[in-house]
C-alpha cells in the first residue's frame, strides 16, 4: 500500500481502490475501471458527474455550489470531477453518471469481396522448391526469387533463410509486401493472411479482424475509449496532457492498451495466430491519431 494513501469504495460496482489524498473523485474512478460522464471536462459546469458520498465528504466547491441545490449538497451529493478524497470513503455512483449508459456502439460493416479494394500490400505465396544437388548449386535466395520474383529482404531474414528452407524441406510460403520478402513459413499458410481495421473514436473504439484473401470478416469488437477517463471531448484530453506531467503518457498507454485488450479478444475469438496478422489500419481524427 502506498504511502499517503486512501481507500475509496465505489458501489453499487462493489470496487475499492487506494488513491493519493487530493485526488478527485472522478480520477479513482478511472483507476477503478469506472468512465465518470463529464463533458465539461472537469470545470464542474455541466453537473453530469453527480455522485453521493456516503461519508467523509470533503469540502463543497465553489463550482458545486453554483450548479448543486442546497438540497443534494445535505444529501451527500457532490460532482466527482470537483470533490477530492481526503479520508477512506464510500462512494455512491448511479448509472446516470456512467459515461456509455446512453451510448449505442454501431459495429455493423460491409464485407469486401476478394480483390474489390485492389492488391493488399501483404501477399504470401506457397512454393516448392527443387532442392541442392551436385548438380544444382543455386544459392538459396536464388533459388527463392526464381519462384517468387526478384526481392529485398531484411539481413536478418537472408541469414536465417537457409535454416528455414530445410526445416520446411523447400516448401513453404514467401510473405511479401510489394517486392519486399518479410517472412517465409513452413507448409502452406496462403489462407492465413489477416490484417486489422480500428477506428479510434472520441467516444468509442471498433476493431475488425479481416481475412485478406476474401475479405471476409472473421470478427468485431468495441469498447468505450478508456480515454475519457480524462475528458469527454478533445479539447479536455488536449489540456489534460497540457496540465498532467504524464498525462500523455497516460492517454497513449491507455488506447494502446485497450487495442491490444481487443486484438486478444479476436484472436481468441477467430482461433487466428498473432504472427498470422500482417497489417493493422488505424483511422480517427488528428487529435485521436496523434494519442495513438
Known amino acids: 500500500m502506498g504511502e499517503g494513501k486512501v481507500a475509496v469504495k465505489f458501489e453499487p460496482q462493489g470496487k475499492t481502490v487506494r488513491v493519493p489524498r487530493g485526488t478527485t473523485i472522478r480520477d479513482a474512478a478511472a483507476q477503478a475501471g469506472l ?40 444529501k451527500g451529493i457532490r460532482l466527482a470531477c470537483q470533490s477530492v478524497v481526503c479520508e477512506p470513503m464510500t462512494v455512491e455512483v448511479p448509472e446516470s453518471s456512467l459515461l456509455g449508459s446512453d451510448y449505442k456502439i454501431l459495429t455493423a460493416t460491409g464485407e469486401a469481396g476478394p480483390g474489390e479494394y485492389g492488391d493488399p500490400p501483404v501477399h504470401k505465396q506457397f512454393v516448392e522448391l527443387a532442392k541442392p544437388s551436385l548438380d544444382d548449386d543455386t544459392a538459396d535466395v ?12 531484411e539481413l536478418v531474414l537472408l541469414r536465417d533463410l537457409p535454416r528455414r528452407l530445410r526445416q520446411a524441406d523447400f516448401a ?20 492465413r493472411n ?34 475519457t477517463s480524462y475528458g469527454d471531448d478533445i479539447l479536455s484530453r488536449i489540456l489534460y ?52
Open 35 to 74: 468512465v465518470i460522464d463529464s463533458p465539461c471536462g472537469g470545470h464542474g459546469t455541466c453537473g453530469k458527474c453527480k455522485v453521493r458520498v456516503a461519508n467523509h465528504a470533503g469540502e463543497v466547491s465553489a463550482a458545486e455550489f453554483m450548479t448543486l441545490s442546497r438540497e443534494e449538497i445535505g
Open 142 to 153: 536464388d533459388r527463392l526469387q526464381a519462384a517468387v520474383g526478384a526481392f529485398d529482404t
Open 172 to 191: 513453404g510460403t514467401a510473405v511479401l509486401t510489394g517486392s519486399r520478402l518479410i517472412d517465409f513459413e513452413p507448409g502452406d499458410t496462403e489462407s
Open 194 to 227: 489477416y490484417a486489422l481495421a480500428f477506428d479510434i473514436g472520441t467516444t468509442t473504439l471498433v476493431a475488425e479482424l479481416i481475412e485478406v484473401s476474401t475479405g471476409r470478416q472473421c470478427g468485431v469488437v468495441s469498447r468505450m475509449n478508456p480515454q
Open 241 to 292: 496532457t497540457r496540465q498532467k506531467p504524464d498525462g500523455l503518457r497516460q492517454l497513449h498507454d491507455d488506447v494502446i492498451a485497450a487495442a491490444n485488450d481487443m486484438i486478444r479478444e479476436l484472436t481468441s475469438y477467430g482461433h487466428v495466430d498473432r504472427e498470422r496478422i500482417y497489417e493493422a489500419t488505424f483511422s480517427g481524427n488528428t487529435t485521436m491519431q496523434h494519442l495513438l
